[in-house]
């Protein structure tokens, strides 16, 4: 029996080397079959045999097939073979549903700049579409139409599908806005995008050495800020002749931020003007109409009637006198107004509200236009480059009406602005003490303004009593104010 197994495992051994593996693993079933069946054999003897005799002839059957039958090499495969082992119908079935379920990759966007001369039809031939791609996106969606108001340097963007054909468009409008337009089953449908900046509070303090401009400048403010505190305060200060070295300026205002980066300017919340050792204090605040408008303190509007100097100003150059010997002429002729010297294109603002009753030229006055103000007033600005409104029309107080100019008798450019009470000639500058009272908040929303602006009125208190605090930073400015 010992000299028929050593044969066997001779020849298995031999054929072990040429089968593949199928062979090695069906040979590792049997083998585990036939220790299987030598174990119950044993058993059943132990059994059906419980004396010492039969006892140690089951050990010696179980010692003959276990170490003669069953051999390692035999029943289990190298490592090399299962490395070269094809993957299982199983192992496939598990990796196709995860490849199904990846999303197809979006199509790049394709930017195209506008050039001068450009027009729809030829921005989407360079991206490689063709006319009939513009029709349908402009007529076919609620916002095509304003994809026809285009501009040099303006970035379109075209986004294509898998087999070319125009996928959508997009146009950013602003930093705030983007039209996307894109392709469905009707046609083109677009989607308006818009972004809101972030507000943050910001404050700047000057001292006026020369001008306003310049102290603003120098500050950090805004052109738009600097015009802004202009007609905030135009009403009580001409910034022509009370400014003075030494003034001081105090201003709260708004900055708006986009992706971390300043996009503009806001509203100024609070300011305060100290002219010749007097405080003029203004606050923004919505009333129950919400309307916004600058007050004072008591709740006075800052609004007045008329502007003390209605240009953006750079010098005054000659004031009212009735005596005054005219530079062309060479004749002693009422000056009945002021002459505000400015480069030309200066713009220059109606005083008040009012309708234009007269514009034109003439060969002394030049561009010429006449506002009337209610029954008794009447402005004159004379001189202009350009006019910019005509005979019939509503202005407000602050648009800009026209441009300095030196057209008619002028020996250089500026403006010269008259004011008439009833007809007769008054003094621009003294006239204002005469005017109606500002309006003031009505009693009902004077707990609700003193409110708003108990904060800004620390804020500017601070600024005013510790300029070198504020400069600091605006971690001081928050801890003096808390």
């Given amino acids: 029996m010992r000299a028929a197994a050593k044969k066997r495992r001779g020849a298995t051994a031999n054929r072990s080397e040429e089968r593949p593996l199928a062979s090695f693993i069906l040979r590792g079933k049997l083998a585990l079959a036939a220790v299987a069946a030598a174990a119950c054999l044993a058993t059943v003897v132990m059994v059906l045999s419980p004396d010492d005799k039969s006892a140690k002839r089951t050990e010696q059957i179980a010692a003959e097939i276990t170490p003669t039958e069953i051999s390692p090499e035999d029943t289990f495969p190298s490592a090399d073979l299962w490395q070269v082992s094809k993957p299982t119908d199983l192992d496939s079935a598990q990796t196709i549903p995860e490849q199904a379920t990846l999303a197809p990759e979006e199509q790049p966007w394709l930017d195209q700049v506008v050039k001068n001369g450009d027009n729809l039809s030829l921005i989407f031939q360079r991206a490689g579409f063709k006319k009939g791609d513009v029709h349908q996106v402009v007529t076919g969606s609620a916002e095509g139409k304003s994809l026809a108001r285009i501009y040099p340097g303006q970035i379109i963007s075209f986004q294509s599908d898998e087999s070319g054909e125009l996928a959508a468009v997009r146009v950013v409008r602003s930093p705030l806005e983007t039209i996307i337009y894109r392709r469905d089953d009707k046609g083109f449908s677009s989607e308006v995008i818009s972004r809101t900046p972030e507000t943050r509070e910001s404050w700047a303090t000057a001292e006026i050495t020369s001008s306003l401009f310049l102290a603003g400048k120098q500050a950090g403010l805004s052109q738009t800020t600097i015009m802004d505190l202009a007609n905030i305060f135009g009403g009580v200060i001409d910034f022509v002749q009370d400014p003075r070295q030494g003034d001081t300026i105090q201003v709260v205002y708004e900055e708006m931020f986009l992706d971390d980066k300043k996009y503009g300017d806001g509203a100024i919340i609070a300011a305060s003007f100290t002219n010749k050792g007097k405080t003029y204090n203004a606050f923004r605040y919505v009333d129950a109409s919400g309307d916004a408008n600058y007050y004072n303190e008591d709740g006075v509007s800052m609004r007045k009637a008329f502007l003390l100097a209605p240009v953006d100003f750079t010098r005054i150059s000659s004031n009212f006198n009735m005596k005054r010997l005219h530079p062309i002429y060479k004749t002693t002729r009422p000056h009945r107004g002021t002459d505000y010297a400015a480069p030309t294109g200066t713009p220059v603002y109606a005083a008040g509200d009012g309708k234009v009753v007269k514009a034109g030229y003439t060969g002394a006055n030049g561009n010429y236009v006449f506002i009337q103000h209610g029954d008794q007033y009447v402005t004159r600005y004379l001189h202009l480059n350009k006019r910019l409104v005509k005979a019939g029309q509503r202005v407000d107080q602050s648009q800009v009406i026209g441009t300095v100019g030196s057209t008619g008798a002028a020996t250089g450019p500026h403006l010269h602005y008259e004011f008439l009470v009833n007809g007769a000639h008054r003094d621009p500058r ?50 003096a104010t808390n």
Avoid: V, W
């Fill in 430 to 479: 003294k006239i204002h003490k005469l005017l109606p009272k500002a309006r003031t908040l009505a009693a009902k929303e004077m707990t609700a303004f003193r409110e708003s602006i108990h904060e800004s009125s620390l804020q500017l208190a601070t600024l005013r009593s510790d300029n070198h605090m504020a400069m600091n930073g605006p971690d001081n400015l928050e801890s």
